[in-house]
């Protein structure tokens, strides 16, 4: 009888050992979650954007806005894509990373310092040139910089990186377009035209 006693005794002092603890814990105040941290690399409204530069491997395109168009500076002529552009402009002009290295001082070991890929945007008073260096398969980004500061590099997903492997010829207006619709259009009326006269005569008859 008394064995059982110590053995109560024990259980109910375990128990509320066990009760005491889970209080304890509970009252410890849950870690607030981090946020997410990014970088600002460039801060610029695109619609703001008058000059767009790059180049990718020897290709290099220029471009200049003039009122509300888009102009090739080597052949103004060319009927561009002005969607086209504001899109590539929109992917750099406020461009974040999730990742900062600061105090880089060998910019060789990301591929930044004989890059053969650069952007660059304008809005006639600040200017950023974003140099692309090496691709890196694991996190599938690019190492960037701006390059009057190779010490501090980011990263950038490779969607926005490659939006500038565009020639100039691909950002041409393809010809015949409009006249295609408009002849489509015509064609439509004409038809259109020539049931409802045949509906007449038939009714007529």
Not at 45 to 66: E, I, M, P, Q, R
Not at 109 to 114: H, K, Q
């Amino acid at each position: 009888m008394e064995k059982q006693k110590k053995q109560l005794l024990l259980m109910a002092f375990l128990l509320i050992v066990a009760i005491l603890a889970f209080v304890g814990i509970s009252a410890i105040p849950e870690e607030e979650e981090e946020e997410a941290v990014t970088y600002q690399i460039t801060d610029m409204a695109t619609d703001s954007v008058t000059k767009l530069v790059y180049t990718f491997d020897d290709v290099h395109v220029k471009l200049a806005k003039s009122g509300e168009e888009w102009l090739n500076d080597e052949d103004k002529s060319m009927d561009l894509d002005e969607a086209a552009v504001e899109d590539m402009i929109d992917r750099v002009a406020s461009l974040t990373s999730e990742d900062k290295i600061e105090n880089v001082e060998d910019a060789s070991i990301y591929g930044l310092d004989a890059a053969t890929k650069n952007v660059l945007i304008s809005d006639g008073t600040t200017t950023y040139t974003l140099v692309i260096g090496d691709y890196n398969d694991l996190t599938s980004t690019y190492y960037v910089c701006l390059e009057d500061d190779m010490s501090t590099v980011y990263t950038a997903n490779s969607t926005t990186v490659n939006a500038f492997n565009t020639a100039v010829e691909e950002l041409i207006v393809e010809e015949g377009t409009t006249t295609e619709v408009a002849t489509e259009a015509t064609t439509e009326e004409v038809v259109e035209e020539t049931a409802t006269e045949v509906e007449l005569e038939n009714v007529t008859e």
